[in-house]
T-cell receptor
């Protein structure tokens, strides 16, 4: 158990819909990261927050947004969903930023039908 | 962008044998990390090696880093069936703007 908690574990939704994925980082970790894993693209870095502020941005679509709240939990919002958004979405956390060990949650499986 | 590339894509060996996986990357890095992922599960951190280190050990794992060749290797000795998983290298590029970048992984199968 990494200490990173993600909900929901599985989600099935229709195209055009909007979903929110939630992440609680390890106790004391200030950095939260979101990754998307799909068969064709592999593991793609989406975005990083550090202590509530956006720190780094990767291949995150404009239809996707994220935030980190004062209690350090984070949410990833996916809107206008398309079939190609079906993937495993991981949240990860670390004590500081990159350069330190990053601990991953078990992921949220999103299926868009 | 895919910074790290693992090789081979898949590897099948007998239990007890050693398994070696390689990773190549393109730009200068601060550190390189190896992760394991069991099917459909989260990634588990195995080992981190910094750019000024050449070799690191953790239990049955041995990682080497050659920054001149921009490559790393992960050796698992005396493999066990439980080592069956996908193994990823991840790099933290200098500047960190691209985040921790993962390769596509090596799928390791240990035959009992």
């Amino acid at each position: 158990d990494s200490g990173v908690t993600q909900t929901p574990k599985h989600l099935i939704t229709a195209t055009g819909q909007r979903v929110t994925l939630r992440c609680s980082p390890r106790s004391g970790d200030l950095s939260v990261y979101w990754y998307q894993q799909s068969l064709d693209q592999g593991l793609q870095f989406l975005i990083q927050y550090y202590n509530g502020e956006e720190r780094a941005k990767g291949n995150i679509l404009e239809r996707f947004s994220a935030q980190q709240f004062p209690d350090l939990h984070s949410e990833l919002n996916l809107s206008s969903l398309e079939l190609g958004d079906s993937a495993l979405y991981f949240c990860a956390s670390s004590a500081q930023g990159f350069g330190n060990t990053i601990y991953f949650g078990e992921g949220s499986w999103l299926t868009v039908v | 962008s895919q910074q790290g590339e693992e090789d081979p894509q898949a590897l099948s060996i007998q239990e007890g044998e050693n398994a070696t996986m390689n990773c190549s990357y393109k730009t200068s890095i601060n550190n390189l990390q190896w992760y394991r992922q069991n099917s459909g599960r989260g990634l588990v951190h195995l080992i981190l090696i910094r750019s000024n280190e050449r070799e690191k050990h953790s239990g049955r794992l041995r990682v080497t880093l050659d920054t001149s060749k921009k490559s790393s290797s992960l050796l698992i000795t005396a493999s066990r069936a439980a080592d069956t998983a996908s193994y990823f290298c991840a790099t933290d590029a200098r500047g960190g703007a691209d985040g921790l970048t993962f390769g596509k992984g090596t799928h390791l199968i240990i035959q009992p």
